[in-house]
């Protein structure tokens, strides 16, 4: 659980797991010394859904939560699909995604900019973002129907490979596309060079498990 760099001197604790930190939210508090109540994750479905946490933690259907609360760390789980934490700095504003192909084909990373936009005011320039370890096109092979609908959200773009007769997708530059669509600068974004499929001993990949694997986090607060 290191530092981000691209959260470097923000009063945020921001981190993305791994296998030997545990796949469950329990164990993770224990080795972070905080109470599982103040970890708030949703109920991912691969949607489109933002939630805005105010103060009801009672987990709701979503694929990204924002808030502006202290003293808590909203996340997402993921095993192959792309965990994404945002941070406001001139609002301080946190924020957590999980972004699959059908999440990304839904621009689940632009509705997030639009809620953090609209529910309290930020400037997409103003917003830092950390992608964690994900599946790359170094093994991400996709139906060109699955090209075709992130196309159609995110626009022409360097975010996949045709091998033959297959694609092979990255699902971290195709976000990437659309954050800076949405005006977050180049120098706002980190991106992690790390491969879960590539990388089977360090995190969990539901692809090279082929079927039921754990799951490694996002996690992000203001504490």
């Known amino acids: 659980m290191k530092s ?21 939210i329990s164990e993770i508090c224990i080795k972070l ?24 933690q009672e987990p709701k259907i979503a694929d990204a939560v924002i808030t502006n609360r202290m003293g808590i760390l909203i996340g997402v789980q993921v095993a192959d699909c792309v965990p994404i934490l945002l941070y406001d700095k001139k609002r301080h504003i946190v924020g957590a995604v999980h972004a699959g192909w059908r999440g990304t084909a839904a621009g689940i990373l632009k509705n997030t900019i639009k809620a953090m936009m609209d529910s309290f005011s930020s400037s ?8 964690g370890p994900s599946i790359r096109w170094c093994c991400y092979g996709v139906g060109y129907e699955v090209i075709d609908a992130i196309e159609k959200i995110t626009g022409k773009g360097e975010y996949y490979i045709k091998r033959g007769d297959k694609y092979y997708l990255d ?11 949405m005006g977050v600068p180049t120098e706002n974004i980190g ?14 990949s539901f692809r090279f498990a082929k079927g039921a694997t754990g799951r490694q986090y996002g996690l992000i607060g203001i504490l």
């Open 4 to 24: 981000l760099k691209i959260f470097k001197d923000t009063k945020i604790k921001a981190f993305f797991t791994t296998r030997s930190t545990g796949s469950e």
């Open 33 to 56: 010394g905080i109470p599982k109540n103040s970890v708030y994750l949703p109920l991912q479905r691969h949607t489109d859904n933002v939630q805005v946490l105010h103060n009801d």
């Open 124 to 131: 997409p320039r103003d917003i830092l973002v950390a992608f």
């Open 171 to 181: 699902l971290q530059s195709a976000n990437k596309y659309q954050l800076l669509s």
């Open 191 to 204: 991106l992690s060079d790390e491969c879960t499929f590539c990388l089977p001993e360090k995190y969990f």
